[in-house]
């Protein structure tokens, strides 16, 4: 892999996420036990949002907490390599949202086949304000950025 300059790592960071549309979600509940699910989402203002029901656990854990993890990952068929999958993964803190506005987001971005959530009353839009985010491109090419998009780390040096 070539090596990238600060902008062009900055400019991966923005633009990662656009061909992707599930992201991998880790909550935990006040007892700390961890659980993984996987829900669409869309990212806007830096911000990202995704859709759930309010009656599944990883939502009630996020509304005790306001907390989590995400993991959006390369798919398979794509990577050049399976155990060097280019993957963004970030701590989150959460925020109960409403209005037609976030729906709005899911409609842009997913068109008809979301459009049923509004009518279900138990789905509800999720904020998550990413914390320092990772950026994994390949063996050794490992980023951080801050939460106010600077470089923190760039490459890793393996032993």
């Known amino acids: 892999m070539k090596k990238l300059t600060d902008n062009e790592i900055i400019e991966t960071f923005t633009t990662f996420t656009k061909d992707k549309f599930s992201l ?3 909550t935990s509940n006040k007892e700390i036990e961890p659980l993984t699910s996987y829900s669409p989402f869309v990212e806007a203002k830096g911000k990202f949002y995704t859709v759930m029901s309010s009656s599944m656990p990883h939502y009630k854990n996020i509304e005790q907490t306001l907390k989590a993890h995400v993991f959006i990952i390369e798919d398979e068929k794509d990577a050049s390599h399976i155990f060097a999958r ?3 993964y970030f701590g989150a803190n959460c925020k109960i949202v409403e209005g037609e506005e976030y ?3 899911f409609d842009k971005r997913y068109g008809e086949s979301l459009s049923f959530i509004r009518t279900m009353k138990d789905f509800k839009i999720v904020e998550l304000s990413p914390k320092e985010k990772s950026l994994v491109l390949g063996f050794g090419a490992a980023y951080l ?3 106010q998009g600077e470089l923190l780390q760039k490459n890793i040096s393996h032993k």
Request: proline share 0%; aromatic share 8%.
């Open 103 to 105: 729906f709005e987001l």
């Open 86 to 88: 280019k993957r963004l």
């Open 24 to 26: 991998i979600l880790s």
């Open 145 to 147: 950025m801050n939460e």
